[in-house]
Nanobody, 116 residues
Framework: QVQLLEAGGGLVQPGGSLSLSCATNGRVDSKYSMGWFRQFPGRERDLVARMMSDGSVEYGDFVEDRFTLFGDNARDMVFLQMRRLGPEDTAVYYC??????????WGQGAQVTVDS
């Protein structure tokens, strides 16, 4: 079964930077987008950034040019660079691969903690 393999995250001081990466361990058909969502306790997952099948990138409203998503659609890989992180960015970040048709795929989640 194809899975999403995440790497990165961890603890960073306010104002610092972190990177997240995600790749599949096999071929995925009908890919619509691939990117990252984040989730706060008791809340639904919110879009951080995703790369569409045409290569365009969509960002969540809160990003404000602090985050950059780039990747390789042909190889099903995405990389998220996060800068100027603040405590409000502390969350679990999930890699997501959306398919049409088909159910979305999710990674296991990566904890990002911004704390001095």
């Amino acid at each position: 079964q194809v899975q999403l393999l995440e790497a990165g995250g961890g603890l960073v001081q306010p104002g610092g930077s972190l990177s997240l990466s995600c790749a599949t361990n096999g071929r995925v058909d009908s890919k619509y987008s691939m990117g990252w969502f984040r989730q706060f306790p008791g809340r639904e997952r919110d879009l951080v950034a995703r790369m569409m099948s045409d290569g365009s990138v969509e960002y969540g409203d809160f990003v404000e040019d602090r985050f950059t998503l780039f990747g390789d659609n042909a190889r099903d890989m995405v990389f998220l660079q996060m800068r100027r992180l603040g405590p409000e960015d502390t969350a679990v970040y999930y890699c997501a691969l959306e398919r049409i048709p088909g159910a979305p795929m999710w990674g296991q989640g990566a904890q990002v903690t911004v704390d001095s």
